[in-house]
């Protein structure tokens, strides 16, 4: 039997997974998770959609990038980014399906998320076997995802998984 290389790709909501960890006082460290998400998931790109630019954050946006991490900005005049809703669902979902349609230049998609607003997107990669994972930050995730336990998706803050990737 031959053993393929997997080529997958991640998609991450950095206001979900930023929100739901903090929320449960604990960090990331996203160099550890690049590792973990190419290791664990054989992911090669990873995709972190953020609400904003924020010149401030200049020295975190090139240490990301540094660590492998294509940064997908939502666009908002700089006026309005505390006005805004910092929702970045649709971006991802858009940047899925082109992906799909014009390179499907991946094997397998794993998104990193917690709330329902995916999950459209989610039974379609289901069905079409293209969604290898979907990473919850912890526990407190859409009833919606129940019925796909275990075999489609994990939670980041179980003690195993968080010991890898947790900022110290």
């Given at each position: 039997?031959?053993?393929?290389?997997?080529?997958?790709?991640?998609?991450?909501?950095?206001?979900?997974?930023?929100?739901?960890?903090?929320?449960?006082?604990?960090?990331?460290?996203?160099?550890?998770?690049?590792?973990?998400?190419?290791?664990?998931?054989?992911?090669?790109?990873?995709?972190?959609?953020?609400?904003?630019?924020?010149?401030?954050?200049?020295?975190?946006?090139?240490?990301?990038?540094?660590?492998?991490?294509?940064?997908?900005?939502?666009?908002?005049?700089?006026?309005?980014?505390?006005?805004?809703?910092?929702n970045?669902?649709?971006?991802?979902?858009?940047?899925i399906?082109?992906?799909?349609?014009?390179?499907?230049?991946?094997d397998?998609?794993?998104?990193?998320?917690?709330?329902?607003?995916?999950?459209?997107?989610v039974?379609?990669?289901?069905?079409?076997?293209?969604?290898?994972?979907?990473?919850?930050?912890n526990?407190?995730?859409?009833?919606?995802?129940?019925?796909?336990?275990?075999?489609?998706?994990?939670?980041?803050?179980?003690?195993?998984?968080?010991?890898?990737?947790?900022?110290?």
């Amino acid at each position: 039997m031959e053993n393929k290389k997997l080529n997958n790709v991640a998609f991450i909501d950095w206001q979900n997974l930023h929100l739901w960890t903090t929320n449960e006082n604990w960090k990331i460290d996203f160099r550890k998770f690049r590792i973990y998400l190419k290791d664990k998931f054989k992911v090669n790109e990873v995709y972190l959609f953020l609400g904003f630019l924020d010149e401030d954050q200049d020295k975190m946006y090139r240490n990301l990038q540094k660590s492998g991490y294509i940064l997908e900005f939502r666009e908002h005049n700089s006026n309005m980014k505390w006005k805004k809703k910092w929702n970045v669902d649709v971006d991802i979902v858009f940047e899925i399906m082109r992906r799909l349609k014009d390179e499907k230049d991946f094997d397998n998609i794993v998104l990193v998320t917690w709330d329902w607003d995916y999950i459209k997107l989610v039974k379609y990669l289901i069905e079409n076997q293209i969604l290898e994972k979907i990473l919850f930050p912890n526990n407190k995730y859409s009833s919606l995802y129940k019925s796909f336990k275990d075999k489609y998706w994990m939670n980041l803050s179980q003690d195993r998984v968080k010991d890898l990737i947790k900022y110290e």
